[in-house]
């Protein structure tokens, strides 16, 4: 057999290059952040004591780490700290955002799937266009756009629509038009991808048999691109709960997420060990939707476009 | 006129979202060539923040330093991810390969920011006991090649599944070792996905703040930096003028890769065409 010729050492250093790689700079340094979040806190030059007990030479884990994040003291009441908050802040932003960007993202991706089929590539090519200009950039414009004296705010007061500006920037407002004009991108790719495969033969069949337009849409279309929406949602929302720049440029100080409060543990309060702890859990809040979207679809999220 | 309406409903609302996703871009361009520090209304044509850009020595040193770290991280993407993606294909079966397609993957749903801090503890770790990386150019580089790896694997998987096996066996059978296979046949026939894994892994690199934020040392600031940093402070025309310059040479490079991808299509589409004409004609012949 041809194939037998390939398993021979040449198999294992082709393994062994991205293996050993993968091992060294994530799974190890995974390893680091994990340790750190079960030590006690260190002192300026040593910011985290060893996990041996020097004086008994027995490991000893620390949960405190883990704990102060559910609770505030000892006196305390559960679930009622500024991480909890963040955490509840994160996920609530992830989903309106999600959301948002189905509402708007699957008119857009059915209609661009249902035009002619010679202008879809140059239509989906103006969506892909901004999402390679840098991200940066284009949040940093809505705060131009969104300001008490931007040009949303203008355009309004020259109408006479409004007599005073509106408090937009540093606001809900300001985070979720953010997070949807950066996460749209995310939501239309595997839609289209779904959308573009229907048999559209399937609607005429159904407005034959009598349904209505919206009925047949809710009744046929939307079920079979049941597997683009989930695709969608998770690819919305899963770098949505972790966001960083879109909060600092966009929010205020009411508008924290969890990423940015963890910057501020490791270093403003130099407390590595809780910044650790906070960034486990934040994991935990992502593998949870994605262990569910496995169970039920037994496939990975991507955006095959 | 049910039709009528409903496709001119379409029609407007693929209006609008492209009116939303392209608002930033037309402002920053608008913006740009503004006379006054003013971004609502436009008070005349200049081209005082280009004049600024380029003697912003902060920008310009960013940027060069942006280009450099994007280029290595997108070249040292392309060839892991090459690596990986073959490794995840072609070898269904060896020890480890739940924890390998786990690990390949994983920097797809990890949040920025744990990637970020996971790196900076290594790089602590590493510094403490060797005394070496300072943290700088090189550990931004190295996270960076972990996301560009991981997103580059799916644009190559995805070529890799959809190749025809048969011309590698029919090479192997002829006698070609394995690593001649691998570079005379495999590699020519997945060219396009590594050159387009390498343009994701630069754009992800050259866009990327919240790793590089993690991951440089002081004085090494990468462009996205220097602008997060001025983005804090303000309006600060100067980044528009950056921004339209960005726009406009992504579009040009955009638009000409699809260009040669299209033409590169139509080309192999008429060779095909004219083997077929060629082998109907011989057999016609006969």
């Given at each position: 057999?041809a194939?037998t010729?390939?398993?021979?050492?040449?198999?294992?250093?082709?393994?062994?290059?991205?293996?050993?790689?993968l091992?060294?700079?994530?799974?190890?340094?995974?390893l680091i952040?994990l340790?750190?979040?079960?030590?006690?806190?260190?002192?300026?030059?040593?910011?985290?004591k060893?996990i041996?007990?020097?004086?008994?030479?027995?490991?000893?884990?620390?949960y405190?780490?883990?704990?102060?994040?559910?609770?505030?003291?000892?006196?305390g009441?559960?679930?009622?700290?500024?991480?909890?908050?963040?955490?509840?802040r994160?996920?609530?932003?992830?989903?309106?955002?999600?959301?948002?960007?189905?509402?708007?993202?699957?008119?857009?991706?059915?209609?661009?799937?249902?035009?002619k089929?010679?202008?879809?590539?140059?239509?989906?090519?103006?969506?892909?266009?901004?999402?390679?200009?840098?991200?940066?950039?284009?949040?940093?414009a809505?705060?131009?756009?969104?300001?008490?004296?931007?040009?949303?705010?203008?355009?309004?007061m020259?109408?006479g629509?409004?007599?005073e500006?509106?408090?937009?920037?540093?606001?809900?407002?300001?985070m979720l038009?953010?997070?949807?004009y950066?996460?749209?991108p995310?939501?239309?790719?595997?839609?289209?991808?779904?959308?573009?495969k229907?048999?559209?033969?399937?609607?005429?069949?159904?407005?034959?048999?009598?349904?209505?337009?919206?009925?047949?849409?809710?009744?046929?279309?939307v079920?079979?691109?049941?597997?683009g929406?989930?695709?969608?949602?998770?690819?919305?929302?899963?770098?949505?709960?972790?966001?960083?720049?879109?909060?600092s440029?966009?929010?205020?100080?009411?508008?924290?997420?969890?990423?940015?409060?963890?910057?501020?543990?490791?270093f403003?309060s130099?407390?590595?060990?809780?910044?650790?702890?906070?960034?486990?859990?934040?994991?935990?809040?992502?593998?949870v939707?994605?262990?569910?979207?496995?169970?039920?679809?037994?496939?990975?999220?991507?955006a095959?476009? | 006129?049910k039709?009528?309406?409903?496709?001119?409903f379409?029609?407007?609302?693929?209006?609008?979202?492209?009116?939303f996703?392209?608002?930033?871009l037309?402002?920053?361009?608008?913006?740009?060539?503004?006379?006054?520090?003013?971004?609502?209304?436009?008070?005349?044509?200049?081209l005082?923040?280009?004049?600024?850009?380029?003697?912003?020595?902060?920008?310009?040193?960013?940027?060069?330093?942006?280009?450099?770290v994007?280029?290595?991280?997108?070249?040292?993407?392309?060839?892991?991810?090459?690596?990986?993606?073959?490794?995840?294909?072609?070898?269904?079966?060896?020890s480890?390969?739940?924890?390998?397609?786990?690990?390949?993957?994983?920097?797809?749903?990890?949040?920025?920011?744990?990637?970020?801090?996971?790196?900076?503890?290594?790089?602590?770790?590493?510094?403490?006991?060797?005394g070496w990386?300072?943290?700088?150019?090189?550990?931004?580089?190295?996270?960076h090649?972990?996301?560009g790896?991981a997103?580059?694997?799916?644009?190559?998987?995805?070529?890799?599944?959809?190749?025809?096996?048969?011309?590698?066996e029919?090479?192997?059978d002829?006698?070609?070792?394995?690593?001649?296979?691998?570079?005379?046949?495999?590699?020519?026939?997945?060219?396009?996905?590594?050159?387009a894994?390498?343009?994701?892994?630069?754009?992800l690199?050259?866009?990327?703040?919240?790793?590089?934020?993690?991951?440089?040392?002081?004085?090494?600031?990468?462009?996205p930096?220097?602008?997060?940093?001025?983005?804090?402070?303000?309006?600060?025309?100067?980044?528009?003028?950056?921004?339209?310059?960005?726009?406009?040479?992504v579009?040009?490079?955009?638009?000409?890769?699809?260009?040669?991808?299209?033409?590169q299509?139509?080309?192999?589409?008429?060779?095909?065409?004219?083997?077929?004409?060629?082998e109907?004609?011989?057999l016609q012949?006969?």
């Amino acid at each position: 057999m041809a194939i037998t010729r390939l398993t021979m050492p040449g198999k294992r250093f082709v393994i062994s290059v991205p293996f050993v790689w993968l091992i060294l700079f994530f799974l190890f340094p995974f390893l680091i952040l994990l340790y750190i979040s079960f030590v006690d806190m260190g002192n300026d030059i040593s910011p985290f004591k060893p996990i041996w007990d020097s004086s008994t030479g027995l490991l000893k884990l620390k949960y405190e780490n883990y704990w102060s994040i559910f609770r505030s003291g000892d006196e305390g009441v559960l679930f009622q700290t500024i991480y909890i908050e963040a955490y509840v802040r994160s996920l609530w932003y992830a989903l309106c955002t999600a959301l948002l960007c189905l509402v708007i993202g699957y008119p857009f991706s059915y209609f661009i799937a249902r035009a002619k089929p010679s202008v879809r590539p140059a239509l989906l090519m103006m969506v892909m266009l901004p999402f390679w200009t840098s991200f940066l950039l284009r949040v940093y414009a809505w705060k131009g756009i969104l300001a008490d004296q931007g040009v949303i705010n203008q355009v309004l007061m020259a109408l006479g629509l409004i007599q005073e500006p509106l408090q937009m920037l540093y606001t809900d407002v300001s985070m979720l038009v953010g997070m949807t004009y950066v996460y749209l991108p995310f939501m239309v790719l595997p839609l289209y991808a779904n959308l573009v495969k229907m048999d559209f033969r399937l609607l005429e069949a159904a407005h034959d048999l009598g349904a209505s337009p919206f009925k047949a849409f809710w009744l046929v279309t939307v079920p079979l691109s049941k597997a683009g929406i989930i695709a969608g949602f998770m690819l919305v929302f899963i770098p949505s709960v972790g966001e960083f720049v879109i909060p600092s440029l966009l929010g205020g100080p009411e508008n924290i997420m969890i990423g940015r409060v963890v910057w501020d543990e490791m270093f403003s309060s130099n407390n590595w060990p809780r910044a650790t702890a906070l960034a486990v859990v934040m994991i935990g809040l992502i593998v949870v939707p994605l262990a569910i979207y496995y169970h039920y679809t037994g496939d990975a999220p991507d955006a095959k476009a | 006129m049910k039709y009528f309406l409903s496709r001119h409903f379409g029609k407007l609302w693929i209006g609008l979202t492209y009116l939303f996703l392209y608002l930033p871009l037309f402002f920053m361009v608008v913006f740009s060539f503004n006379s006054t520090r003013q971004d609502a209304v436009f008070t005349g044509f200049s081209l005082r923040w280009y004049e600024a850009l380029t003697r912003d020595t902060k920008i310009v040193d960013g940027f060069w330093l942006s280009i450099q770290v994007a280029t290595f991280a997108g070249v040292a993407s392309a060839v892991l991810a090459t690596f990986a993606a073959f490794v995840l294909v072609r070898y269904r079966r060896f020890s480890g390969r739940t924890l390998f397609s786990g690990m390949v993957n994983a920097p797809l749903v990890m949040p920025e920011v744990v990637i970020g801090l996971s790196l900076l503890l290594l790089m602590v770790g590493v510094q403490n006991a060797f005394g070496w990386p300072q943290r700088g150019m090189l550990t931004i580089v190295l996270g960076h090649t972990l996301l560009g790896m991981a997103y580059g694997m799916v644009v190559i998987q995805s070529r890799l599944l959809e190749m025809d096996r048969a011309i590698e066996e029919a090479a192997m059978d002829l006698g070609a070792k394995p690593f001649q296979v691998f570079f005379l046949i495999t590699m020519p026939n997945i060219l396009q996905a590594i050159f387009a894994a390498y343009l994701l892994a630069f754009t992800l690199s050259f866009d990327d703040v919240v790793i590089a934020e993690f991951l440089s040392g002081p004085g090494v600031n990468t462009l996205p930096q220097v602008i997060f940093g001025y983005a804090r402070r303000g309006i600060n025309p100067t980044i528009y003028a950056a921004a339209t310059l960005l726009i406009v040479s992504v579009t040009l490079v955009v638009v000409g890769y699809s260009v040669w991808v299209a033409r590169q299509t139509r080309r192999r589409e008429r060779e095909i065409a004219a083997a077929t004409r060629a082998e109907l004609a011989a057999l016609q012949a006969r």
